[in-house]
């Protein structure tokens, strides 16, 4: 159990005057502006003991019975705890910071959209970017100051960034410290500021930032350019830069991961007998072989044609989807020939056979195509 009387280092025959003088003796000791936030918890304790033994009624209470008499750790029978004493008379705990603040803080971060072509993701390119973000102010340096001259120390908290001022209070004078007005904090002040930058240190510039995008990338992907950034005020450190990527779709190519995907219109009679395709791809024309016999949506898989891959070497594969065209007006000798074709092969009252539907043409093409 916590002994109040301990705490404050008083005799259980202490005088209300002597109690008094007690803790603003240790208050004044302990307060987190003055030693630090590891004397927090000690300090709360000898706000507790002191608003008990500085209140007559809890005093006895306390005398009679100790802490559990009091009712708990709140011991706010007037209607009010412990804490909201302390942040009335001590304001936030520890929340003032001590020494003067820096005059420069980091820069946000910014992002700024691409857009590729398909070609730059399947090989990569080297683009470049125009960016509008706060610069370095190229007059002062970021110091601030007009040339030749520099900071003063602030005059009102000679340079601690921060003033004291004793509150009297109930519970005796208290010290509270507050961020400097007249310096903001800073410890210093500008006298003659960069005619450049009024003073900040920093100024808004237009860029233009080259960008390597890798092959591999992607609608979305973000593209870090480290301290690219908006510079911070007061010449502070820059943000990053990230340039985010949309890759415009092309009118042949479709992509699924690092896979490309094109579809092609043979006549039935070239996938009946074969032929050779000539497709141009973004490695230059490719000669492609319709076997005899290819059959309406099969894919032929040219290898390593595809989108180069983001994390590790190699490229995806272009595959190539053949689509069977079947003539829709015939003319006379025409359909006399197919009839024939079709009589020789047994087919002129050819009954359709039902397939199993997971073998058919939908699924292989929702295997093939699904999310694209
Ligand atoms: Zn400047
Ligand atoms: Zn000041």
Request: proline content about 7%; glycine content about 14%.
């Amino acid at each position: 159990m916590n002994d109040y009387y301990e705490i404050l280092g008083v005799p259980r025959t202490a005088t209300q005057e002597e109690i008094k003088r007690a803790y603003r003796k240790l208050a004044r000791k302990l307060h987190p502006d003055v030693a630090g936030p590891e004397a927090e918890d000690q300090f709360k304790e000898v706000g507790r003991a002191y608003e008990v033994l500085s209140n007559p009624e809890k005093r006895q209470m306390y005398d009679l019975g100790g802490e559990s008499a009091l009712g708990g750790n709140g011991g706010g029978g007037a209607g009010f705890g412990f804490s909201d004493i302390f942040e009335t008379f001590f304001g936030a705990a520890g929340g003032a910071s001590r020494g003067p603040a820096p005059r420069g803080r980091r820069g946000q971060d910014a992002l700024i959209r691409l857009e590729v072509e398909l070609r730059d993701a399947v090989f990569g390119v080297e683009e470049e970017v125009q960016v509008d973000t706060a610069v370095l102010c190229g007059t002062c340096n970021g110091t601030c100051t007009r040339p030749g001259t520099s900071v003063q120390t602030c005059a009102v908290c000679h340079g601690r960034g921060s003033v004291q001022r004793v509150a009297r209070s109930f519970l005796g004078n208290v010290m509270t410290t507050s961020p400097c007005s007249a310096c903001g904090g800073h410890g210093t002040t500008i006298p003659d500021p960069c005619p450049e930058c009024s003073g900040q240190g920093r100024v808004r510039n237009r860029r233009t930032i080259p960008v390597s995008v890798p092959a591999g990338v992607d609608t979305g992907n973000r593209i870090k350019l480290t301290g690219s950034g908006e510079v911070g005020p007061g010449g502070g450190p820059a943000g990053d830069l990230y340039v985010e990527l949309r890759v415009r779709p092309h009118p042949v190519f479709a992509r699924r991961g690092d896979d490309l995907y094109a579809r092609v219109e043979v006549p039935m009679t070239a996938a009946a007998l074969g032929t050779v395709l000539h497709l141009e791809t973004f490695d230059g024309p490719e000669e492609i072989d319709i076997a005899p016999g290819t059959q309406p949506e099969e894919v032929i898989t040219l290898e390593g044609l595809g989108v180069g891959r983001l994390n590790g070497p190699g490229r995806g594969d272009l595959k190539v989807q053949v689509d069977v065209e079947v003539p829709s007006a015939l003319d006379d000798r025409q359909r006399e020939l197919l009839l024939e074709l079709a009589t020789l092969r047994g087919e002129e009252r050819a009954e359709p056979r039902l397939t199993p539907a997971s073998s058919g043409v939908f699924s292989r093409l929702r295997d093939r195509f699904s999310g694209r």
